[in-house]
């Protein structure tokens, strides 16, 4: 009678848990269907970076990591031609370094890293967990895959009130799910051949030019721009504390996995940092960071003109280069990679003496 009881306790607590299990199926089928109607994401860039990172052909061992100044600014084909590293620029709009550590520690979980090239933007050094622009956190936790980083990614980027939003990413558009003609046009982008087979984006100017890099064909027309006083002053007065912890972390992540770690600063126009600046505290502030670290700095706002030579026509806007000076900086960076012993000859020791 007891074996009986025992036997049947089983069976219910079985039952309980199959329909556990499939409340969850059925929630997590719902939330899939709710993304799949709502969220818009066939021109994203993201989606199509984090499928390559996944289901690249070839390992990768050298990985760009920053903000839209990186992914337009390093072209990894053209890296990998001419340094034989296969190469994957996994940067993104407005990355912070948090987003960039969780992104490493995804990179190297499935591909075999051993080189990572982290663009030090100094606006980014002062961002704080609260109060920041979730988007450039959210473009990455919406197409990393299940995992235990992922999870840890979602619960401390952002605070618990917005874990929502992060999760069901249909949550941040669910009055769209009334808009019956908004849903017909994004079902039928999903579901041409170039959207399922993750062919490149093209967005009217620019383009997705593969693993990772955008090209951009705009040319900056500086001589159009009258809002010169209008740009804010570099500021350096800000609370570093979270970032550097982040910047801590991938460091020590780099050492534990044997990743040789180095700084970069992709350049801005020169008028932009004359009007903005002086750059040179800036530049300071990122070199203490590599000496802190023991790493290489390579600044590009201070490489020599006879080496990198770009003009306004290499920009896309002040801050972002396009194609053609992405095509010159990667061309430079993949010199000193060859050469290393040529940093010296390349660079000036301050902005002000270029």
């Known amino acids: 009678m007891r074996e009986q009881h025992r036997n049947k306790n089983f069976i ?166 009334g808009d019956l003609s908004y849903i017909r046009e994004n079902v039928r982008k999903k579901q041409t051949e170039a959207y399922r087979a993750y062919e490149p984006v093209i967005n009217e100017e620019e383009y997705y030019g593969g693993r990772g890099f955008v090209y951009s064909t705009t040319e900056l027309k500086p001589e159009e721009i009258t809002w010169w006083e209008k740009f804010g002053k570099i500021d350096l007065s800000g609370d570093d504390t979270f970032i550097c912890s982040y910047l801590d972390r991938i460091a020590a992540l780099c050492q534990e996995q044997g990743i040789e770690l180095i700084f970069v600063t992709a350049p801005s126009y020169y008028q932009y940092l004359d009007v903005v600046g002086p750059y040179d505290p800036a530049h300071e502030r990122i070199l203490e960071l590599a000496e802190k670290y023991g790493v290489p700095y390579l600044d590009f706002n201070l490489c020599k003109e ?40 390349y660079f000036v020791s301050c902005y002000d003496v270029r």
Not at 135 to 155: C, E, G, H, T, W
Not at 329 to 344: F, H, Q
């Open 12 to 177: 219910q607590a079985g039952k309980g848990i199959l329909q556990v299990l499939a409340v969850l199926f059925l929630l997590g089928a719902l939330v899939k269907l709710c993304n799949f109607l709502v969220v818009d994401d066939a021109d994203s860039y993201t989606r199509l970076t984090l499928h390559e990172l996944y289901t690249c052909q070839e390992p990768v061992e050298t990985i760009f990591l920053g903000s839209s100044h990186c992914f337009r600014a390093y072209d990894p084909t053209l890296y990998q031609e001419l340094t034989g590293e296969s190469t994957l620029n996994l940067g993104s709009s407005s990355q912070n370094y948090d987003t960039s550590y969780y992104l490493l520690r995804e990179a190297v979980s499935c591909q075999p890293v051993k080189t990572l090239y982290l663009d030090m933007y100094w606006a980014f050094l002062y961002s704080q967990r609260d109060g920041r622009d979730l988007v450039q956190a959210n473009i990455i936790s919406d197409y990393m895959r299940p995992s235990l980083n992922k999870l840890d990614f979602v619960l401390h980027m952002s605070s618990s009130e917005h874990y929502t939003n992060t999760v069901f990413p249909f949550r941040r558009n669910w009055r769209l799910l």
């Open 306 to 345: 006879e080496y990198l030579g770009l003009s306004a026509a290499d920009y896309m806007d002040v801050d972002h280069l396009n194609g053609a000076g992405a095509e010159k900086l990667t061309k430079t960076l993949a010199e000193l990679r060859n050469d290393p012993s040529l940093i010296d000859e």
